[in-house]
């Protein structure tokens, strides 16, 4: 987890960093969802022969493809249903962001409106994974 604290002059540069992070995180989710849609169907189609081994077998053949170095996790010879499950991860962990950065946007609308360009103030953010936490009103020394 990344921490940092970022300065802003104006709200409305604020407003311009929510909505550049919110605009690269939607075509990141784009990328990601298109890429899905390609690798979805080749990972239904090996999950149905492994059901059919399965029922064959009598139990579920295991794949010895992944490797724990050290916490970092090593996947050899990556199945399609292996890029199918990383995949689903990232989507969901960038559609969190996403909201959650389009609920910072909305939740300080109303101060952007109310205090516009105040000047003697400087907004001071800090980030976690680039994500807003805190707010900090100062005035300008």
């Known amino acids: 987890m990344a921490m940092d604290l970022l300065t802003f002059k104006t709200f409305s540069d604020f407003v311009k960093y929510i909505d550049s992070l919110i605009e690269s995180t939607r075509q990141q989710l784009s990328e990601h969802l298109r890429h899905y849609d390609?690798?979805?169907?080749r990972a239904e189609r090996i999950r149905s022969i492994e059901e059919v081994f399965s029922k064959i077998l009598g139990a579920r053949p295991e794949a010895v493809n992944e490797i724990d170095l050290k916490g970092l996790k090593i996947v050899i010879g990556a199945r399609p249903t292996d890029e199918e499950r990383v995949l689903s991860?990232?989507?969901?962990?960038?559609?969190?962001?996403?909201?959650?950065?389009?609920?910072?946007?909305k939740?300080?609308?109303?101060?952007?409106?109310s205090l516009g360009e105040t000047a003697g103030?400087?907004?001071?953010?800090?980030?976690?994974?680039?994500?807003?936490?805190?707010?900090?009103l100062k005035e300008a020394t």
Request: zero cysteines.
């Open 89 to 105: 991860e990232v989507i969901k962990s960038l559609q969190d962001r996403l909201n959650v950065l389009m609920r910072i946007r």
């Open 121 to 136: 103030i400087i907004i001071m953010v800090e980030t976690l994974n680039a994500i807003p936490i805190k707010v900090l």
């Open 38 to 41: 390609e690798i979805k169907t």
């Open 107 to 113: 939740l300080i609308e109303p101060l952007v409106r």
